[in-house]
């Protein structure tokens, strides 16, 4: 059955690659108004192609924001398991765009990588999928299971309004499992299955003292400093063994069990000396960097500013200081609870003499996991395995993806990470690419991947 569908892929090489070149030249900026027709454009591109295709029902649905694709196919049969597809078509701004080294709409190969900003994130991983479809539906006149589509040009601005939708829609989008494809392998080549991310939270901290900024000869030693008081509370949120020591924060924290613990020995990492810079890697007590990178919560101060900040020196008390910071979580805890966990700390350790104001985050989202031993789990190990001819790794990511939470939360169905984009993809960056062993191994991937879900 997978052999006609592979040949077809393979005979139609070209003209799928010409096919994503066009979704790939659609300037589909979602942060940007000036972008508006091109995000329609690229919206428009996927309900051709689900048309092409021979989906059943396909929608263009209007948002408060941009346009969401729904398409659903149900000619499997009820006996046979339904997916919900989930992608997204819009892209990161491409600035610098001096620094690209081929126009960033004008996709071009290059030492087997394809560069064009969305090659990797998402719209070649969201294609690879439609192409599969399209040569299922060519050769076999079916695809093997029924497909619910959720393509959104909202993801690279959070998704504003996904969430809202899911819940208001929530027997439109209902499935059996979800697949998502916006995630990566640790190495080119190297498949890999990421059965959990970190959840994600934030607060913003605001320090005032006086009304304006004082002369620090005239007022140093009365007037408390807003800059050093916000240095005394960060100080007391985590210490040198990178132990966060609000109180509660690992209360409800699930624990890394032995096996975790070797499937994630047995992961290639990064030598992040090299990548980074840095001349040693520092993790929680008691943990590696990788187990604390992919399985233990952090706390990160991502911005502090105040006072002066030009050149020289200017003797100055500041009238305000302020920082913000990032949590990422593990299964167990609320994003919730730990803003309010940090809001009671700082306010506990808030020295006197200043004001402090904690703003939180509105985007927040759990963490998510799923067992990697489930069965839809395994037969996607299987499947990247006889697609990339090597044993398949397991691995929890440091990032989030918030729809994977939102997805379990809502419809409480298993989802399965099915990502081909590498460590050298340069997300959000300038020269973004795509490696094509992972468009062709990919697309294999899922040939293999459809089949085997419907034993």
């Known amino acids: 059955m997978s052999e006609k569908t592979l040949a077809y892929l393979q005979e139609k090489r070209s003209s799928l690659l010409d096919k994503l070149n066009e979704f790939l030249s659609i300037p589909s900026v979602s942060t940007s108004k000036e972008h508006k027709e091109d995000i329609h454009k690229a919206a428009d591109f996927i309900v051709n192609y689900l048309n092409e295709i021979g989906f059943d029902k396909i929608e263009k649905q209007q948002t408060k924001g941009h346009p969401l694709v729904y398409a659903e196919y149900n000619e499997a049969g009820p006996e046979a398991p339904t997916v919900l597809f989930y992608g997204h078509?819009?892209?990161?701004?491409v600035d610098p765009v001096e620094?690209?080294?081929?126009?960033?709409?004008?996709?071009?190969?290059?030492?087997?990588r394809l560069y064009a900003r969305g090659s990797s994130d998402d719209k070649g991983q969201v294609f690879m999928h439609l192409a599969v479809f399209e040569a299922f539906m060519r050769t076999e006149g079916k695809l093997p299971l029924n497909v619910k589509v959720c393509?959104?040009?909202?993801?690279e601005i959070g998704s504003e309004n996904l969430y809202e939708i899911l819940q208001e829609k929530k027997e439109m989008f209902q499935a059996d499992f979800a697949v998502i494809s916006d995630s990566g392998m640790v190495a080119k080549n190297q498949p890999t299955i990421l059965y959990g991310l970190k959840g994600f939270t934030g607060i913003e901290i605001n320090v005032t003292g006086p009304d304006h900024d004082l002369h620090s000869g005239m007022y140093g030693g009365a007037i408390r400093n807003p800059l050093m008081a916000l240095s005394?509370?960060?100080a007391s949120m985590k210490n040198q063994d990178e132990v966060v020591t609000v109180d509660g924060f690992y209360n409800d924290v699930e624990p890394l069990s032995e096996h975790e613990r070797k499937l994630i020995d047995q992961v290639h990492s990064e030598d992040y000396t090299i990548s980074t810079g840095v001349k040693e890697t520092v993790s929680e007590k008691g943990y590696t960097a990788k187990e604390h990178t992919m399985a233990r919560p952090t706390l990160e101060i991502n911005?502090?500013?105040?006072?002066?900040?030009?050149?020289?020196?200017k003797t100055i008390i500041p009238s305000s200081a302020t920082a913000k910071i990032t949590c990422r979580l593990v299964p167990g805890q609320d994003p919730v609870k730990i803003q309010q966990l940090l809001e009671e700390h700082i306010n506990k350790v808030a020295p006197t003499g200043v004001?402090?104001?904690?703003?939180k985050e509105k985007l927040s989202a759990k963490a998510y996991k799923v067992e990697p031993e489930h069965a839809l789990i395994q037969k996607a190990a299987a499947?990247?395995?006889k697609a990339f001819g090597k044993d398949t790794v397991y691995v929890r990511m440091g990032g989030s993806i918030p729809v994977a939470e939102w997805i379990e939360d809502i419809y409480n169905i298993p989802i399965v990470l099915l990502g081909f984009g590498t460590p050298d993809d340069r997300l959000h960056s300038p020269n973004e690419s795509f490696p094509m062993d992972s468009f062709e191994k990919g697309m294999e991937t899922l040939v293999y991947y459809w089949n085997e879900v419907i034993k």
Do not use: A, C
Request: glycine share 16%.
């Open 89 to 93: 078509y819009d892209v990161q701004p």
């Open 99 to 112: 620094l690209w080294e081929s126009d960033p709409f004008q996709p071009e190969i290059r030492d087997g």
């Open 151 to 155: 393509i959104e040009g909202e993801e």
């Open 232 to 234: 005394h509370i960060l």
């Open 303 to 313: 911005g502090m500013f105040g006072g002066y900040q030009g050149e020289g020196t």
């Open 355 to 359: 004001n402090v104001e904690v703003k």
């Open 383 to 385: 499947s990247y395995s």
